[in-house]
């Protein structure tokens, strides 16, 4: 059976640059770990993709993903459902693939109580005032939701001490290259090594009473 993957989760508030961050990582490449698409209500914008960019679905849809136990967390987030399938994530860390999730605080929250092994990434800006320009300058968003997801940041960077690592976005090579480091280090953490080691010395052909030079004693 294969190692099983490790979780990463990067959060942080809208506009930081998650997926800036995400997509230059993947782009750079040596990226051995799954990105999940989320699944959402809302309307994608333009240039999204259905099935690369979110799952995008009709509130009925979502709601019975949420019964069926579809869902490895979701959360309402300014007036709409976002949520991670939960078959994808299961799958391939069963597989023994890292998995990366990309969602916000709350969902977060959940996914740390069902996988408290995983990692867990605070994106976080230099301040508000760029964080509300980064929302503006994107330009998906009217001003009225932009209050309100500033509105909504403030409350989820208090969230920042309930994760591992915290990460500032100033610049995205900066940033991209610090959670590089921070998943090629929690790779090497002595419980996640551990078991491979243990199976290696209960196999091995020196323990004691098995090795030739032994033999015969
Ligand atoms: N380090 C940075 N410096 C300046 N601008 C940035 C930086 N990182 C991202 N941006 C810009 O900020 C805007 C928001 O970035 P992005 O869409 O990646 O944020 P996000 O956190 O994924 O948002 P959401 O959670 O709403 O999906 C984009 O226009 C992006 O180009
Ligand atoms: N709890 C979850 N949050 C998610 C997920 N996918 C995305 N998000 C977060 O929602 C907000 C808004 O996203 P936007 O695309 O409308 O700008 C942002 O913070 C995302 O990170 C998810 O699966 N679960």
Known sequence: MPKRGMLIVLSGPSGVGKGTVRKAMFDQGGTDF??????????????????????????????????????????????????TPMKYVQETLAAGKDVFLEIEVNGAMQVREKMP?????????????????????????????????????????????????????DKIPLAVSRIREIIRAERLRVPRVYPEYAQMLESSELQPGNSEDKKGL
């Open 34 to 83: 799954q990105y999940s698409i989320s699944m959402t209500t809302r309307h994608p914008r333009a240039g999204e993709v259905n099935g690369k960019d979110y799952f995008f679905v009709s509130k009925a849809t979502f709601e019975h993903n949420i019964e069926t136990g579809g869902m490895l967390e979701y959360a309402q987030y300014v007036d709409n459902y976002y949520g």
């Open 117 to 169: 092994d995983g990692v867990f990434i605070f994106l976080t800006p230099p301040d508000l005032m760029a964080l509300k320009q980064r929302l503006i300058g994107r330009g998906t968003e009217t001003m009225a939701v932009i209050d309100e997801r500033i509105h909504q940041a403030v409350t989820e960077i208090k969230m920042m001490r309930n994760y591992d690592y915290a990460v500032v976005n």
